[in-house]
């Protein structure tokens, strides 16, 4: 699962969609319920909301939330992908609560190119 998860990251960095897709989904079947797949869930968002699939993005972070709710990767995604969608109030507070969790996730999104 990580094996995957980590090439998904590396074709996501080469702008390599389809396989980033194909190796994140890789992961998620391997341990679909698992805390790890949660970061896979995340992972798999942030490519969609790259690609502006925000319906899709906002669907997995939902899902990697529920494998562990206090994943401030995924709720600043989440939060970016409901700002982007029209939601700045559910998006607002996704960021402000994963800011309290982790104080630079901020700025970790910035480094790969991810703002608000």
Known sequence: MLAYN???AAYDDNK???LALADY???IRLTP???LAAYAWANRALVE???SLLKQA?????EALKKDSQNGWALYGRGIARRRAGGK???DADLAAANKL???IAQSYAGIGIRP
């Open 89 to 91: 109030a559910g998006g």
């Open 102 to 104: 982790d104080p630079g």
């Open 6 to 8: 980590a090439r998904g």
């Open 58 to 62: 906002l669907s997995d972070y939902d």
């Open 33 to 35: 319920d698992s805390t």
């Open 49 to 51: 909301v790259r690609h």
């Open 16 to 18: 390599q969609l389809d």
């Open 25 to 27: 989904n890789e992961a």
